[in-house]
């Protein structure tokens, strides 16, 4: 029995076509992370020495990819339009930064927000991970942003559509799905679930998620379903609202609770709770 179990994992492993290796897959979006936003010494550094260390940075996915496709070419021209594309998402995450810090009163600074905030770290790694998604490259966006996930709870795919100024406030528990298009200037709090009605696999290549338009915010504990729900501008969703039709723009919904208050005076003997 033993010895058919490790022939057949033999067997998976020669027909297998790519090599994976996790963790320097992670460490590498850490390495780019940090080279990005957490480089103190970059002041000091010339422009020679920083392209030193972005041709490494672009070397290292190379070899990643290689591993994966085994295809030297496709590599190559991967990593080039990723790293053609990394001004860009730079300065998309700079207005990220940006709004985490102008919507936290206790950020104190953007370098705490660059170091300390899972948010803004889940939002960068969705960035880099959509990057590639939109280059078709297979499976190496969705372990980039799995990864971010298992460090800060925050759960986004790497095919959602995310817009800028983008703010997350805590974040943990946060979900957003494949389809998900998100506007400019949304906020979203912790427990936030924009996903779909149905799991349907049979809907795997339709539009299953919601459509969140500019200057939105999200509070805690929130769900949005379907593909044809669209928040509209300007909306505020309170907290723990099920949502799963539309919106119009400027709207506030919130969930209507009721608080009761007794006096413990009404009870002659007090109340023992086992739990």
Known sequence: MINNFIQELLSKNKSSQSFLDKQRIEHFTDTLFHFLFQLEDKKYLSEQAIQIRLTSLKNELISILFNINNNAARSQKIADDFFESVPNIYNILNTDAQAIYDNDP????????????????????????????????????????????????????????????????????????????????????????????????????????????????????????????VIGHDAVIGGNVWLTKSVKPNAVIYSKSKSYYKDHTEYPEPINFII
């Open 106 to 229: 206790a950020a104190t600074s953007l370098q705490e927000v660059h170091i300390a905030y899972p948010g803004f770290y889940a939002i960068a790694i969705y960035r880099f991970a959509n990057q590639l998604q939109k280059q078709k490259v297979s499976l190496l966006p969705r372990i980039w942003t799995e990864y971010a996930h298992s460090k800060t709870g925050i759960d986004i795919h790497p095919s959602a559509t995310i817009g800028s100024h983008f703010c997350i406030d805590h974040g943990t528990g946060i979900v957003i799905g494949e389809t998900c298009i998100i506007g400019n200037n949304v906020k979203i709090y912790q427990g936030v679930t924009l996903g779909a009605i149905s799991v349907s696999k049979s809907k795997a290549n339709t539009r299953r998620h919601p459509y969140i338009q500019d200057n939105v915010i999200i509070y805690s504990g929130a769900t949005i379903l379907g593909g044809e729900t």
